[in-house]
């Protein structure tokens, strides 16, 4: 009984603390849901749900907050998938938020719903009194992210303080919080973009069809290719072009730039992003705010 | 590819923040936008050259005051191996992040300023990576440039925390001179220094031999959620979820669940359509028994001539993390692997000076940052193995009551 035989690569190990993380959260809380965007990185939590729980149903729903910009192929594909999980979605539409008053669109010069998505979220945990929150965000994404913990709490305004954060030690996470207070989840916190990617070809799951390279109408704005739609179309004088492109993220269609690639296949992608030169944040037009953006909107109790 | 979770000590003196930039930037985990931002931001501030420091420096509030105040995870991988490393800062302050970054740690890289040599920081380093059980450390002799790489000044240093460190319980120990501002043996062999036939950092980070670590002896499955399908399809089915926290599980091994102490098979293990032969530390499985047992979140599995102690009175090394000291006799939620009672301190027998690292009697309370030998009584009995045999069935967190802070970490010592 050598102790090579029992060795487990790095996907495995994450994989294993993942549902150890989410068997946790199905134990110590009453109300948890599952924050799914429709991004490959939500993708993978579910997946890695399948494991820990089946063959029992989740014991929690999926929550989309839908900006009402989405890509039609993520919306298409998200229905798809829950239809085939037999699981719960929520949707929490940051339209109806915006309507009722909640939340205010961005008067921005370009059209964002990012900030409209905060007023959305707090309202649907209130509404349905969800106690934990699971997020697909890893610590290698942002400066912010690298410090926070995989259990992170958040007061009754849903405000993150990253100089107040529980100590966090082996395995053992403290769940424990008063009513009104919730705790994000973020299972994937130490996968990295190319974990995710890698993980996604071992396993051969699925995801929405933008991610891989296809003719698209964009504009260049900002140095970067930003996909025309009716949300927002191409501005008077500045030409819009056809180029074979692909998203290496997934959020709004007016807010995630698209990245010139011939990525066809998942190996494909995994091949391009182990060789990749810009990070993945780098095509999300929210986060070039400013140095502390990232940090700033946690506070108000971002994703 | 294996991962191998580093810590990192040491003060922004030292130039931790420098070597770990120097190791993802060699590695090539730095991406062109953001050591573009760094440049920008490093000639804004008159620098003359990039500081690689600023990769790792995350919050606001660490940016304008230029340390490192919580525990940071980065990560880079080379074609060998993932690493993760938990960043913590070095201050006597910080003690409990450092602590929080051992926890899940197989080696601790200790920096030393070679014009500085072994420091009374150095030895609260190696004595917290000791006592969080870190099984190997890599102590960088830094700055071997300012010293004009002289050899002599490395021996010295390396005798020195020999010296010491045979006092503490880890046995491998590894040491390497260093520039981590010019990359003198960070990732490529130092041209200044023919005297060092070792490897490099990255080499030795990519070969350390990390898979006898793991206890694959005693078995132990502490029970974290039971799988109940409510369906016509599954109506007999209970599997129970959790992570391996030692031993190797196959089916048709016999096993004791505590605390009921009733024995039974293994059916099967899986993970959901993974039918597997074996389970071992860390996989998260669920597994199915022969026996229709009344088994719960909390319990575990374990071998029957093989189980770990059922107590409701604790020995343990207690490092306080709360502003709030400790207080004998007050009530206090403890967590152990998936179980949770509550708990009072009975006892201080001593507490440790982690300046001079000497025993010191009478204490009453433990402030922040402060550790001690501790005797503990829980409401229920925890299923625990001494800390040096398994981490994960020889820790627990202390939660305060009222705050719901995590307050306390604790090692479980024999008895």
Sequence with gaps: ?303 | MSLLRLLTCGSVDDGKSTLIGRLLHDSKAIFEDQLESITQTSKARGHERVDLALLTDGLRAEREQGITIDVAYRYFATPKRKFVIADTPGHVQYTRNMVTGASTASLALILIDARHGVVEQTRRHAFIASLLRIPHICVCVNKMDLVDYDVNVFNRIQSDFEKFAARLETTDITFIPISAINGDNVVTRSKHMDWYTGATLMHHLEHVHIASDRDLINRRFPVQWVIRPQSAQHADYRGYGGQVASGVFRPGDEVVALPSGLTTRIKDIHLHDQVLESAFPPMSVAITLEDDLDISRGDMLASPDNKPDATQDIEAMLVWMAPEPMQLKKKYFIRHTTREARCIVNELKYQIDVQTLSREPGATQLGLNEIGRVSLRTTAPLFVDPYRQCRETGSFIVVDEATNNTVGAGMIIDR
């Design chain 1, 1 to 303: 009984m050598a102790a090579r035989d029992y060795i487990l690569n790095h996907l495995a190990i994450l994989e294993a603390e993942a549902i150890h993380i989410m068997r946790e959260v199905a134990a110590q809380f009453e109300k948890p849901a599952l924050l799914f965007s429709g991004g490959k990185d939500s993708i993978v939590m579910v997946r890695l749900a399948e494991k820990a729980f089946r063959p029992a149903k989740f014991p929690f729903p999926l929550v989309h907050v839908d900006t009402g910009h989405n890509f039609p192929e993520t919306i298409a594909f998200r229905d798809r998938l829950v239809e085939r999980l037999g699981e719960r979605l929520i949707v929490a539409s940051v339209e109806d938020a915006i309507a009722a008053g909640i939340a205010r669109d961005d008067p921005g010069p370009t059209p964002s719903r990012n900030r409209a998505q905060i007023p959305t979220l707090l309202h649907a945990i209130e509404t349905h009194k969800f106690d934990a929150l699971f997020g697909g965000a890893r610590r290698d994404e942002e400066r912010a992210r690298a410090k926070e913990r995989i259990f992170s709490f958040r007061d009754e305004f849903g405000q993150w303080d990253p100089k107040n954060q529980r100590p966090e030690l082996w395995n053992i996470y403290n769940g424990r919080i008063r009513p009104g207070e919730h705790i994000r989840v973020f299972p994937l916190s130490n996968w990295t973009e190319l974990d995710v990617w890698q993980y996604i070809a071992l396993e051969g799951i699925e995801i929405p069809s933008i991610y891989y390279s296809h003719e698209r109408e964009v504009v260049m704005r900002d140095g970067q290719w930003m996909p025309t739609s009716s949300f927002m179309p191409a501005k008077e004088g500045v030409a819009a072009a056809k180029r074979i492109v692909r998203f290496r993220t997934v959020g709004d269609m007016t807010c995630t730039a698209a990245v010139e690639s011939p990525a066809t296949t998942v190996e494909d992608i995994v091949a391009e992003v182990a060789a990749a030169r810009a990070s993945e944040r780098g095509a999300r037009m929210d986060d070039r705010t400013s140095d502390a953006a990232m940090e700033d909107r946690k506070k108000e109790g971002y994703f």
